[in-house]
């Protein structure tokens, strides 16, 4: 499916890649489930790529709870810009490193539904339509839940994917 331009093609994609994500990691033995990565990439394995996928999800969550009571929220995130995404992950994989894949699943499951249930009291027009919250800045809110939702669990399927060869 081509990248969402309206709400209903958002939410459908978003549900789609998150079952796919999750389908495709519970096709995995448990003991698969925890198994590291091939060395070369900073997700060390399937709790990391979740814990990455939640973060980016609480990150969203913040923008929005801050940018809709009219305020500027820190896009990314606080010290950091679009340029130092690098150190940004770097920081959330070591701040998930500790928990085991179990509670990183539920936690993610819980900010999915979360985004998922601002899109539902949202209108295509307030979803998609550029500029229309001084926020999102020449972007649309829809588009930072794309790449929260949909595209990143797409990215993260590919990651577990190659991986699992």
Do not use: C
């Amino acid at each position: 499916m081509p990248r969402p331009k309206i709400k209903k093609d958002l939410q459908e994609l978003s549900n789609a890649n998150f079952e796919k994500l999750n389908n495709y990691i519970d096709s995995f033995s448990q003991t698969e489930q925890e198994e590291d990565f091939p060395k070369g990439t900073m997700n060390r394995n399937i709790r990391d790529v979740l814990g990455h996928l939640h973060h980016w999800h609480l990150m969203f969550l913040d923008w929005y709870i801050v940018g809709m009571k009219g305020e500027k929220p820190h896009i990314p995130a606080k010290g950091y810009n679009w340029r130092t995404i690098p150190a940004l992950n770097k920081e959330i994989h070591e701040k998930y490193s500790n928990l085991d894949l179990e509670e990183i699943k539920k936690r993610f499951n819980k900010s999915h539904s979360k985004i998922m249930k601002i899109i539902d009291g949202h209108t295509n027009e307030e979803l998609f339509e550029r500029k229309r919250y001084e926020w999102t800045g020449n972007n649309a809110m829809g588009a930072y839940a794309i790449g929260v939702l949909s595209s990143h669990y797409d990215w993260a399927y590919k990651i577990i994917r190659k991986a699992k060869k």
